[in-house]
Every structure is written in C-alpha cells, then in structure tokens.
C-alpha cells in the first residue's frame, strides 16, 4: 500500500509542476471561447458599421438603412442558442465533445464568412438566419467546454484551469470590440470583421480536431506519468461511477422545478442576462449615437468594461475561497458575491442615468465600474448550481442557461423599442430615452438580486440524491421483514 502512495505522490511531483498536455487542452478550449465569444460579440460593432446611421462609414462599401433592425440582428443569434442548449449538452456527454465543439465552431466560422454575402442578397432577413445558424452551432460551445474539464483537469487543478478556460469568454469580448472597430474603419470595410473572425474559427477548428482529445487514454501525445496522474487523481469518482452502474439515478425533474432555491437560481440568471447582454449588444450603438465616438474609438472605448471585468474575475474568485478558509458561510460568500455583481452595477446605472447630460469620459467611467463589478456573478450565483446540486449541477445549469437566454432575445429588442420610440430624436431626447434603458436594467439588476438574497440558499438540495430503482427495491424488501420482526416480539 506504501508502495502505491509513493508512486502515486512520485506522479504528482513529476507532473503537477510542469506543463503537461492537460495544459494544452486548456489553452486551446480558452482559444476556442475566445473565438466564440469573438464571433458573437462582433455583430454589436459591425451593425454600427453596416447601418446608415453611423456617419464615419466606409463609403466604398454598402451600407443598410437600418434602426429597429439592428435589436433583432443582435437578439436572433440566441434563437439557435436556445434551442440546442439542452440537446448539444446531451449529445456531448453520450458522442464526441471534442468533434462536436470542432464541428460546431467550424459550421459557425462559415455561417459568419457567408454573412456580408446574405447581407448583400437578404438584408438583414438573411443575416438573422445566420445568425440563428451561428447560435445553432455554438451552443454547444459551453456544454462540451465542461465536458472535456471534467475529463482533464484533476481535482486539485479544476478551480485553476476551468477558470483560465472560461476565462477566453472575457477575453474574447475585449478583444473583439477594439479589433471589430479598426476593421470596420479599415479600407476593406465592415465585411473584414467577419471575414477575419470566421477565418480564425475554421483554424482553430482544424487545430482543435488535430491536437484536442476527449480524454487522457484517447491522447497519443500524453506521456505515460501525466496520464496516470490525471486518471488517479479523477479515479475516485469514476469508481462511484461504476458502482451505480445500472442504478444510475434519474434526474428528478419535478424535484428541481418545484425547488425554491432553483427557482431564485432562474430568476437572478435571468437578471444577469438582462444587464449583461443589454450592455453588450447595445454598448456601441450607445457610444456611436450619444457620446458621439467614431468607429475606431467606439471599439476602443467599448473594450475598456470588459477588460477590467476580466481582470477583476481571477482575484474576486481567491477572495472567495479565502472568506470560505476563514470560516463563513457558503452561502454569505455567494450572496455578498452576486449582491456586488449586480447591485454595484444596479447603482452605477443609476448613476449614468440621473446624468442630463451624458459627459463622454464620465460616461465609459461608470459603464467600467457597472461591467467590471460584474465579474462577482461567478463566484456568486453561477457556482451556486454546484452548491445545490453537484450530482445535478451540469442540467441545472443547461436549464438555468436555456431560460436566461430567452431574456438575452428579448432584452435587445426592449432596448430598441425604447430608443427607436421616438423616431429620429435629437440628442437631448436620446439621452433621455437611454436613461430609461439604465434605469430599467438597473430595475432587474435589483430585483433578481433580492429573490436570491430572500430564496437562495447554498446547501445541497434533498433531491441531490433521489433513490435509485434498485435502492426502492431494496427498501420494499426491507420493510416486510421489520414488520415480521415487530410482529415476533
């Protein structure tokens, strides 16, 4: 027995410290949410670009007479996102979560290079079809992401690694803004943004089917020691596997939907998708048609937020754990964590709102702080799918996720009813009609942080752990021979 500790302990020294193939992995899912994210964030920059409204576009290419249009561009891409939501995640665990991910990002990067040629013969019908497309092959984007974590990153290393991972979704973000701005300003024109992003997508769809793999054994390159390591560090919960066998327990639908604590989990999703893709989607058109920034700075100035939410992520996630080392609860941890993520926010928009004048500096000052407080939702409700249910916690998610992204369609095309309601305003009165955007998500930032606060807990669930057929078996059996027992005596 000594002798297999020692092993096992020579494994983790020789591999823990030193870059493996776990870590390639790693890096190529982080590349890969960088480029999704790349791919969906772009559209909020280039529908500047291609609408008639923005005054710096290029003259050599076509431009859309577009208003309202713009909010239905931006929301349709969550159509396709919806609906593949549960299925992609269900095909990645019982299939292939490295093919389907490459498949899907490969189908996406097309789909994205067809989209100024559907714009050309379409308008904006045929760039709404591409875009549902698109969120049809991406949505499997964050189901395959966790798969191949949970296959990869050992215990010890999941916080680490899944964080750097997921970490591409900011980072994609950042860069997409500032990238997507010179394009369109470039003397190519509007069309570049796509063409660029889709080529990058369909590379490292390539690379990713060449050099990702489903799991260490599957991996020609992973030497014999780091494979061991991951296996044995991750064996423990492959035995529990085993051992359920053909008693696998069945996800307790009912259970979940009638959880209170569920229920606050879908309603503060809901918020956060409010709040976050109503800035995001509609952050440059703000920028273009009340601060007034041309098409360059306006991707400039929209990466600032986005970058400091990305920064801010990686230290509130360590003040997390340590407040956990130190004793407090879980669920203060989570609560104090969500209720800066969205009341923070909640107050800057406010603040930004209550201004008459929208003074540009001060202005991109407070969206900074509204965006960057945000990055406390990770450590807040979004960990706390694992705190409820870790047996269920991956379809809590999936279902938490689909509901949210109905309010991410609906959110954009709010927005644009209430700028658009007025027709072409001057800018005074656009500055009041943005106003009632913030404050209204300033409204549902507040709200959905408060039903959580009063209803979610961070305890695990009763129904983590429903019976499993042959356990009710078991139990009827076992109920007769108390009775004969009772009965004798």
């Known amino acids: 027995m000594k002798n297999v500790e020692v092993t096992q302990n020579a494994e983790k020294s020789s591999t823990k410290g030193c870059l493996g193939i776990r870590h390639l992995q790693a890096f190529l899912l982080f590349l890969g949410m960088s480029i999704g994210y790349c791919l969906r964030v772009s559209m909020?920059?280039?529908?500047?670009?291609?609408?008639?409204?923005?005054?710096?576009?290029?003259?050599?290419?076509?431009?859309?007479?577009?208003?309202?249009?713009?909010?239905?561009?931006?929301?349709?891409?969550?159509?396709?996102?919806?609906?593949?939501?549960?299925?992609?995640?269900?095909?990645?665990?019982?299939?292939?979560?490295?093919?389907?991910?490459?498949?899907?990002?490969?189908?996406?990067g097309i789909l994205n290079i067809l989209t100024p040629t559907a714009a050309r013969y379409g308008d904006y019908i045929a760039i709404c079809v591409c875009r549902a497309g698109m969120g049809l092959c991406q949505s499997c984007l964050l189901p395959c992401t966790h798969t191949l974590l949970s296959k990869w990153a050992p215990p010890s290393e999941r916080a680490r690694l899944g964080t750097f991972a997921y970490a591409?979704?900011?980072?994609?973000?950042?860069?997409?803004?500032?990238?997507?701005?010179?394009?369109?300003?470039?003397?190519?024109?509007?069309?570049?943004?796509?063409?660029?992003?889709?080529?990058?997508?369909?590379?490292?769809?390539?690379?990713?089917?060449?050099?990702?793999?489903?799991?260490?054994?599957?991996?020609?390159?992973?030497?014999?020691?780091?494979?061991?390591?991951?296996?044995?560090?991750?064996?423990?919960?492959?035995?529990?596997?085993?051992?359920?066998?053909?008693?696998?327990?069945?996800?307790?639908?009912?259970?979940?939907?009638?959880?209170?604590?569920?229920?606050?989990?879908?309603?503060?999703?809901?918020?956060?998708?409010?709040?976050?893709?109503?800035?995001?989607?509609?952050?440059?058109?703000?920028?273009?048609?009340?601060?007034?920034?041309?098409?360059?700075?306006?991707?400039?100035k929209s990466a600032i937020p986005y970058l400091v939410m990305w920064i801010l992520s990686f230290p509130v996630c360590w003040f997390a754990d340590y407040a956990l080392t130190k004793g407090i609860s879980r669920g203060v941890i989570r609560k104090v964590c969500n209720t800066v993520a969205h009341w923070g926010p909640a107050v800057a928009l406010i603040c930004l709102a209550t201004m008459p004048v929208h003074d540009p500096n001060v202005a991109v000052a407070i969206l900074v702080v509204a965006?960057?407080?945000?990055?406390?939702?990770?450590?807040?409700?979004?960990?706390?799918?694992?705190?409820?249910?870790?047996?269920?916690?991956?379809?809590?998610?999936?279902?938490?996720?689909?509901?949210?992204?109905?309010?991410?369609?609906?959110?954009?095309?709010?927005?644009?009813?209430?700028?658009?309601s007025e027709g072409k305003?001057?800018?005074?009165?656009?500055?009041?009609?943005?106003?009632?955007?913030?404050?209204?998500?300033a409204g549902v930032y507040i709200v959905g942080n408060l039903i959580f606060i009063l209803f979610g807990k961070a305890e695990v669930q009763p129904w983590n752990n429903p019976e499993t057929e042959k356990e009710k078996e078991q139990r009827g059996k076992e109920i007769p021979m108390v009775s004969i027992l009772e009965n004798g005596k």
């Not at 423990?236 to 569920?262: N, Q, R, Y």
């Not at 305003?425 to 998500?441: I, M, P």
């Open 168 to 300: 591409g979704a900011q980072f994609g973000t950042v860069i997409s803004f500032p990238i997507s701005g010179m394009l369109g300003a470039s003397a190519i024109g509007w069309p570049s943004i796509f063409y660029v992003f889709g080529a990058l997508s369909i590379a490292w769809s390539i690379l990713f089917f060449i050099l990702g793999s489903d799991c260490p054994s599957k991996d020609p390159r992973i030497s014999e020691e780091e494979k061991r390591y991951i296996e044995n560090s991750l064996k423990s919960d492959e035995e529990k596997d085993k051992k359920e066998d053909e008693s696998v327990k069945k996800i307790p639908w009912k259970a979940i939907f009638t959880s209170g604590p569920m229920w606050a989990l879908i309603i503060v999703h809901c918020g956060q998708n409010w709040g976050y893709w109503t800035l995001v989607t509609e952050l440059p058109t703000y920028m273009n048609s009340v601060l007034n920034f041309d098409l360059e700075e306006n991707g400039l």
């Open 44 to 108: 909020s920059e280039a529908v500047v670009a291609m609408s008639k409204s923005n005054q710096t576009a290029n003259s050599q290419v076509e431009v859309y007479n577009w208003t309202s249009e713009t909010s239905t561009i931006l929301s349709s891409f969550f159509v396709g996102y919806t609906i593949m939501q549960i299925p992609s995640g269900y095909i990645a665990g019982i299939w292939s979560a490295q093919k389907l991910l490459s498949c899907g990002i490969l189908l996406c």
């Open 425 to 441: 305003a001057g800018t005074e009165r656009l500055v009041v009609l943005w106003n009632r955007v913030f404050y209204l998500s």
């Open 371 to 420: 965006v960057g407080l945000n990055a406390g939702s990770l450590c807040g409700f979004q960990i706390n799918h694992i705190d409820l249910s870790p047996n269920f916690a991956g379809t809590m998610m999936s279902i938490t996720n689909c509901i949210a992204s109905v309010i991410a369609i609906i959110a954009p095309l709010i927005c644009s009813q209430i700028v658009d």
